[in-house]
């Protein structure tokens, strides 16, 4: 029994020192983290607390050539206080809210509010945000170190929809979406900085005042060879060009054929890239670079080139024509009129589809693809945008039958319109092919150039002296007789092609067309290249009527603006008050509203209808500038009331008219043509006014007018 009783004291000394030995051992390590680790894992919890956030960089400057900012930035600011600072004082926190209310967009009131519905021991405490730099100053001017301002950065582009599909945009994290703010995203968006932060128990990040941070590495800025003044003619006469023609959409490229920098492009609609999600998709994307169109006879430069370099035509060789109808392996080509026998000179000025792919037939398919090539067609320009496509353009051994003729005309091969303008432009500038391009040089923020794109040959596309056969060629398609007579600057010399293709939509050909011009001026030594295309016009579809009138008075605005480019001066001393009536009967109101405003010339419209059927002066007379012509309208078109039998008619006078508006008014009288030299109609043989058997040839002879031939005319 005390044996039994020994063993349980026993047992109770043994629990009873355990028990005094935990709460030594829980002291003894209390001890040990405090003493001899505390520091250690202080800075443990404080480096678990802490975390970095970026501080992002103020994106890059996008310039035009004369340092104009196209594109800059906004900074805003996001106005935090940390209201247990330090020696920051409750008259310190009442000061600053008052403050704040004058220059915020809440009250002082609000504030209080909002500090005191805080957590007691928040030390970041946001009551403002989006503020402008201006009043952010007044804030920083107090010097209290408790305010904390965070700076943001908002893409602003500063002429709003000027250049928006060369520009491009970006999204919410400042990152490029297209044009020049996606190729160019690396050197523009910079390199952002890190800002110190604390994070909470529960994850939250919170700033603190005084926090280490790294300051960002500001983007660089782009300098473009894009010139403004340039750009916003190029997009208000687009526009204008576009509305007229009552078009879906519209188009237009300038470029300097010397070195290839482009000076504008744009496309109509477009889109304000401050605001990019309120247009829609197809607004934003670069058609001229992203979509291939079918370009229509001004593709009709390549195989010319071909044919003239291998001597394979004569310029004054012969062509029938016919009735302006060819069947050709099955499929019927066609003319826009009847021409009859043309030469290759008159084929490439009248833009005879017929004649033209007969001098193809001449033109083996290797030989006819290999120029292609040469001249940049089926493979990238390489210009400095995202998004561009190669186009189209089959190998030979991939032809039909019925491929070289229509290639030869622009049809069965596919483009961009860069494509296009850079063959023109290897056309003006002696044949040497450049590559396109938009950004000049890039710069730091100190100003120093870090990365310069120079003008790059591509190569020879064409020998000069097929450049001399063919220019005076190409400078015909753009007078009276030719089909750019819209185009035509009196006393400048303008060169280039009109076009106009069949849109081939889901399978077929449709009844939408595409109008195109490209040309280069002055044609003798030329500074620019133009190429305007408009996409379904419903004025109609002849790229002389629709775009010749856009790029006229794009370079007739670019003689003005540059210093480089003068008229003759005898057209300067021309008496411009007087304007010789065309004839616009039988044209629909719409058309007729349209040419007489190409000529510059006040009318009214009198009558019920829609279809010219009177004019007073009659065509071909003279009339005053300040004098409306009067039009009458009817319902149907009349006969032709020159006409006085089936056998005889009265000839018209024709002096004064463009040789191809003289032409068209005979042929309406019932005469053929013979028509000498080009330009504005200076004699007739036989006179006007004598009856002459229908069917005969009357011959005209054109020149540029001078001021002798209009004062003898006037006396």
Same mark, same amino acid.
């Given at each position: ?8 004291l ?24 405090q /003493?001899?680790?505390g ?29 104009? @900012? ?7 600011y996001?106005?935090?206080?940390d209201?247990?600072?330090p ?11 008052q ?8 009250? =002082?009131?609000?504030y ?32 209290m ?30 990152r490029?979406?297209s ?22 128990r ?12 790294k ?6 800025t782009l ?7 340039i ?26 054929p010397?070195?290839g ?40 430069l /390549?195989? =010319? ?11 004054d060789?012969?062509f029938d ?5 060819r ?7 066609r003319d ?9 000179h008159?084929?490439?000025q009248?833009s ?12 083996s ?16 320009t ?6 561009e496509e ?5 190998k ?11 290639? &030869? ?7 961009n +319109? ?10 003006a500038?002696?044949?040497?092919m ?7 040089? /890039? ?14 040959t ?10 001399e056969l063919?220019?005076?060629v190409?400078?015909s398609?753009?007078s009276d ?5 819209f ?5 400048f010399? /303008? ?18 067309y ?6 280069f001026?002055?044609?003798d ?12 016009p419903?004025l ?6 629709? &775009? ?9 605005r ?11 001066p ?6 411009v ?12 109101r ?5 040419? +007489?405003?190409?000529y ?8 019920k ?19 409306? +012509? ?14 006085? &039998? ?7 006078d024709v002096r004064g ?22 330009g ?5 043989f036989?006179?006007?006014?004598q ?13 540029a ?7 003898? @005319?006037?006396g």
């Amino acid at each position: 029994m005390a044996e039994q009783k020994q063993f349980i004291l026993n047992r109770m000394f043994m629990v009873f020192g355990l028990m005094l030995l935990i709460p030594l051992v829980i002291g003894l390590q209390i001890m040990r983290i405090q /003493v001899l680790e505390g520091t250690q894992l202080r800075s443990l919890w404080s480096a678990q607390t802490m975390d970095v956030i970026p501080i992002p960089a103020q994106r890059g400057f996008i310039l035009d050539e004369h340092g104009r @900012e196209l594109v800059g930035n906004t900074v805003t600011y996001n106005v935090a206080v940390d209201p247990h600072f330090p020696g920051f004082t409750r008259e310190d926190l009442r000061k600053f809210i008052q403050e704040l209310a004058g220059v915020g967009s809440g009250t =002082a009131r609000s504030y209080q509010q909002r500090i005191n519905s805080a957590s007691p021991r928040s030390r970041y405490i946001v009551l403002e945000r989006n503020m402008s730099a201006e009043s952010a100053e007044q804030l920083r001017a107090l010097g209290m170190r408790a305010v904390i301002l965070e700076e943001q950065y908002r893409r602003r582009y500063n002429y709003e929809t000027l250049a928006s599909h060369v520009i491009g945009y970006v999204n919410h994290e400042l990152r490029g979406m297209s044009g020049l703010e996606s190729s160019y995203n690396d050197f523009l968006s910079g390199i952002d900085g890190q800002r110190q932060v604390r994070r909470d128990r529960s994850g939250r990040i919170r700033a603190y005042v005084g926090a280490p941070r790294k300051h960002p590495q500001q983007g660089h800025t782009l300098m473009t060879t894009i010139d403004a003044h340039i750009q916003a003619i190029a997009e208000e006469e687009l526009k204008k060009g576009v509305q007229r023609a009552m078009a879906r959409r519209g188009s237009i490229i300038i470029m300097d054929p010397g070195t290839g920098a482009v000076k504008a492009m744009a496309s109509w609609p477009d889109f304000d890239p401050n605001f990019p999600a309120a247009s829609p998709s197809e607004y934003r994307r670069n058609t001229m670079i992203s979509d291939m169109i079918e370009p229509g006879s001004t593709f009709k430069l /390549v195989t =010319a080139v071909a044919a003239v370099e291998n001597g394979l035509v004569e310029l004054d060789e012969n062509f029938d024509t016919g009735n302006g109808r060819r069947l050709i392996s099955g499929q019927m080509m066609r003319d826009h009129d009847p021409l009859g026998i043309v030469s290759f000179h008159e084929a490439i000025q009248k833009s005879s589809n017929i004649a033209t792919s007969e001098v193809a037939g001449r033109i083996s398919s290797d030989m006819l693809y290999q120029y292609a090539r040469n001249m940049g067609f089926g493979s990238l320009t390489y210009i400095d945008l995202p998004g561009e496509e190669a186009g189209r353009l089959r190998k030979p051994y991939q032809w039909s039958a019925v491929t070289k003729p229509w290639i &030869s005309i622009g049809y069965e091969v596919q483009v961009n +319109l860069m494509q296009l303008i850079q063959a023109y432009a290897a056309f003006a500038n002696d044949g040497v092919m450049m590559r396109p391009f938009v950004v000049d040089k /890039v710069m730091d923020e100190r100003g120093r150039v870090i990365h310069q794109n120079r003008p790059e040959t591509v190569r020879r596309a064409i020998k000069p002296e097929t450049i001399e056969l063919l220019r005076p060629v190409f400078e015909s398609v753009v007078s009276d007789s030719g089909t750019a007579g819209f185009a035509r600057i009196d006393g400048f010399r /303008v060169a280039g092609k009109t076009g106009t293709a069949q849109k081939y939509i889901d399978g077929r050909y449709r009844a939408s067309y595409l109008a195109s011009f490209a040309g280069f001026f002055p044609a003798d030594d030329p500074r620019y290249v133009c190429l305007v295309m408009i996409d379904e016009p419903r004025l109609s579809y002849y790229g002389g009527f629709i &775009s010749g009138p856009v790029f006229r008075n794009v370079a007739l605005r670019l003689i003005g603006l540059d210093d480089r480019l003068h008229l003759t001066p005898a057209e300067d001393e021309i008496m411009v008050q007087w304007a010789v009536v065309p004839d616009v009967r039988g044209m629909h109101r719409n058309e007729a509203r349209a040419v +007489l405003t190409d000529y510059n010339i006040r009318h009214q419209f009198s009558g019920k209808g829609e279809y010219v059927v009177g004019l007073a002066p009659e065509p071909g007379e003279q009339i005053l500038r300040s004098e409306p +012509l009067r039009i009458s309208l009817s319902h149907s078109i009349s006969s032709d009331t020159t006409r006085i &039998s089936e056998q005889h008619a009265s000839i018209p006078d024709v002096r004064g008219m463009s040789m191809r508006k003289a032409s068209a008014w005979l042929r309406k009288s019932g005469f053929e043509v013979e028509m000498v030299g080009s330009g504005t109609v200076y004699a007739q043989f036989p006179l006007a006014g004598q009856q002459y058997r229908t069917g005969q040839s009357v011959t005209i002879r054109g020149r540029a007018r001078d001021l002798p031939t209009i004062l003898s @005319e006037r006396g």
